[in-house]
């Protein structure tokens, strides 16, 4: 548990090092993000072996992200119906995973960055994991790993805007980052 302890520890100080803004915050100074321009958000594939009725997990989650996304006025995401007529268009069949054909769907819409994730059921818990990556060079620029009971994806989803704050700076993240009851 303390190896645990010392670990997540270390994750969080090199995401702080790695995403800190160049100054630091006052409480009146306005918080800008460390992210901004034109996003896609894949759905999110169901990766349990023969768990499809968690599939409406990907819509869910990937609704909500873009429902939640497209209010921040820095970011632009791009709609799903804009992905799918590209996709028809280049004749590519699926909406999820991270692949060459990820990347070059990000390209062909435009896109600076590409939210991308998986989710498995084990043990009555759902592991979703989330990576946001740079468009142009396929570098994942962030990733976030989120556990919470079945019945709590709801509660998931939520968690994995706000305490992972996609675009906004890692002080407010680290402020923040409370786990939820029964979660991880």
Known sequence: MKAILIFTGLCFSFLACQT???????????????????LVVNYFENTSSGESDLDWVSRS???????????????????????????????????????????????????DYILSGDYYEQEGQIFLNARLLDAE???????????????????????????????TPAREQLEELQPSPGGG
């Open 137 to 167: 060079t396929a570098e994942t620029l962030r990733s976030f790993h989120l556990r919470e009971p079945r019945q709590n994806i709801y509660t998931m989803q939520e968690r994995l805007l706000a305490e992972n704050r996609l675009f």
């Open 61 to 111: 989650v990937t609704d909500f992200l873009i429902s939640e996304l497209t209010a921040l006025d820095f970011v632009q995401v791009v709609s799903r119906q804009e992905v799918r007529t590209v996709l028809q268009e280049q004749k590519f069949s699926a909406l999820s995973g991270l692949t060459e054909e990820t990347i070059e769907r990000g390209r062909m819409l435009s896109a």
């Open 20 to 38: 800190a803004p160049d100054r630091a915050f006052s409480g009146d100074e306005p918080r800008e993000p460390t992210l901004s321009g034109v």
